[in-house]
């Protein structure tokens, strides 16, 4: 090996993971142009590392708070009650945890440009990571529509259908969105960062506001207290009667907190883009979890303490599909004698929506640029700008996102409807599909005798936490619409929604064997699996970058060095 290969060389792997890897004399920073499955260097297929540490830190909280918190959880307390509100919420958050953590480790230890997909074809297997990337793609291609549509929805709260069409704020949001994702990953991830940290306070505010009728703050004076804990309850009849109808209510919240902490494994996209990736990527993960029991877990245990699981508002509310009036928090004003509160809610929703749509855009064109870097797409989608957009990726899941005009007419709209339902199941799917990744990443970490101790961040629930959380995680996937076999006299077999709520999981299958059936693809033997093709060109932007940020920060005077000592730990 040569003094100019020094930092360049990689570790052959006998799976032929390393037959992917070619060299050029092309030169990048102070490293080789190096052809790697999964890792891109080249500067027509590169991304560029512009997300800090506290755009990394928010995108992550940012992709868990959303309109599954502020109106999502009227409809658990509906069928539930506060008691199963705040046991699933509890659970299924350190269900989160458990794939947040697995996904921290190997992204610390290789931030690979394919995200999900580059680590199940390289520790697990490359049918996995082609079903595992596709249908993540799939599912982001139409939620980006779908919030989309619940922006225009919400407008409509001001503005009625009949004075101006929907379709014409659908075209003005996409338009913003797809200019923003354009322009670069350094004007994204600002922008995130302050919608994200809007989202922050406007979740504060709501707790202070929740805690406030709680303690008797509302204009009528009343403090419920734990009152609605013992009338109606703490636990609501779903379907039946008696312990089994609690126990529906209760596996019915389950289905509805693990749909609405979906998107925070988001950041693990990012990670192609992150400035210093094996620290910020960790601190994020960590702090994450911390926030996630702090914002849902204290959410819904104050929404249970000031709104009744009987309540007629509660009612009406759930007929609603967004907006306001739909959100239980509305329902407390109104029962505690508070007028202004929905319009403020209103408001707060549409920058929810916005923001989830333009980070929806946002991954579903990393996912696309991800699946051709790792070989499963056209290569046409790995290519970037000069600002490390890939914009034939981002160009056509733009194209895709005009599914949201469909919504323009009513006629369609349930037909959408159907549409997402199918796809949501994806979300599970992805969890899953992390948690057996890093399954088999732990086991060829151990049989190739790395330890604890060389790793950048080791999840702490280890090998048995990690099947614990994927026993409860295809749990739910395979329960996810268990009341269609419910049957009551007022309630027949719901086909349409037993189809479309569970052809996802054929759907996967199918891409996963189809793919192992056409590439006679085969799975990555522990003490094959590659774990160092690459890493030297990270070890080297990594020290470049530390090396940067230290020269900096020593010249740094004013607000940086404010900054740099009293604010950037919390990020």
Request: glycine residues 10%; charged residues 15%; positive net charge.
């Amino acid at each position: 090996m040569s003094d100019d290969d020094g930092l360049y060389a990689y570790r052959p792997n006998p799976t032929g993971y390393g037959n992917d890897v070619e060299k050029s004399s092309a030169r990048i920073g102070n490293y080789e142009n190096v052809r790697i499955r999964g890792l891109e260097t080249s500067p027509e297929t590169s991304l560029h590392r512009g997300l800090k540490a506290r755009h990394i830190s928010m995108i992550a909280i940012g992709g868990a708070l959303g309109t599954g918190l502020i109106i999502g959880t009227g409809k658990a307390l509906a069928q539930a009650g506060p008691g199963s509100l705040l046991i699933s919420y509890c659970f299924v958050g350190i269900l989160v945890y458990g794939v947040m953590a697995s996904l921290g480790e190997m992204a610390a230890w290789l931030p690979m440009s394919a995200g999900f997909t580059g680590y199940a074809t390289r520790y697990c297997h490359p049918s996995l990571g082609f079903a595992l990337g596709w249908t993540y793609w799939f599912k982001y291609i139409i939620t980006t529509p779908n919030q989309l549509t619940a922006a225009a929805l919400v407008i409509q709260y001001w503005c009625p259908r009949d004075k101006v069409n929907p379709g014409v704020f659908i075209a003005i949001f996409l338009v913003t969105i797809l200019v923003v994702n354009y322009l670069g990953i350094e004007l994204f991830g600002e922008l995130e960062f302050w919608l994200s940290s809007f989202k922050v306070i406007i979740i504060v505010g709501i707790i202070i506001f929740s805690l406030c009728i709680a303690c008797g703050g509302g204009p009528n004076g009343d403090a419920p207290g734990f009152r609605y804990w013992h009338n109606p309850g703490a636990f609501a009849e779903l379907y039946q009667t008696g312990s089994l109808g609690k126990f529906l209510g209760f596996w019915s919240v389950m289905v509805n907190a693990t749909f609405a902490y979906l998107g925070t494994e988001l950041v693990g996209v990012t990670a192609g883009e992150a400035q210093n990736p094996r620290r910020s990527i960790p601190k994020a993960i960590k702090l994450t979890f911390f926030r996630i029991l702090f914002f849902y877990c204290l959410s819904v245990f104050l929404v249970g303490m000031i709104v009744p699981y009987n309540s007629k508002e509660l009612t009406f509310a759930n007929k609603q599909t967004t907006g306001a009036n739909a959100s239980p928090f509305v329902v407390a004003a109104t029962i505690a004698g508070v007028k202004v509160l929905p319009h403020i809610i209103n408001g707060c929703i549409l920058v929810f929506v916005f923001s989830a749509s333009n980070s929806d855009l946002y991954i579903a064109s990393r996912t696309l640029y991800g699946l051709a870097s790792d070989d499963a797409a056209p290569a046409i989608f790995k290519r970037t700008n000069s600002r490390g957009v890939p914009y034939p990726a981002l160009f056509l899941c733009a194209a895709i996102a005009c599914l949201a005009f469909m919504n323009a007419s009513t006629a369609s709209t349930v037909v959408f409807g159907y549409f997402v339902n199918l796809v949501t199941i994806f979300g599970i799917l992805t969890w899953i599909s992390i948690l057996v990744t890093y399954l088999f990443f732990l086991r060829a970490r151990r049989a190739q005798n790395i330890p604890d101790s060389a790793m950048p961040y080791v999840a702490p629930q280890g090998f048995w936490g990690t099947v614990a959380c994927l026993f409860f995680t295809i749990l739910i996937a395979l329960t996810k619409n268990f009341d269609v076999f419910v049957h009551t006299p007022a309630r027949k077999f719901d086909y349409k929604n037993f189809i479309t709520g569970y052809l996802g999981i054929p759907l996967y299958i199918i891409l996963l064997f189809g793919h192992m059936l056409v590439t006679k693809s085969k799975g990555v033997p522990a003490h094959e699996a590659d774990f160092y093709t690459g890493k030297e060109i990270i070890d080297a932007q990594e020290n470049e970058y530390l090396e940067e940020q230290e020269a900096k920060r020593a010249t740094r005077q004013g607000w940086n060095k404010f900054y740099d000592r009293y604010i950037s730990w919390l990020f």
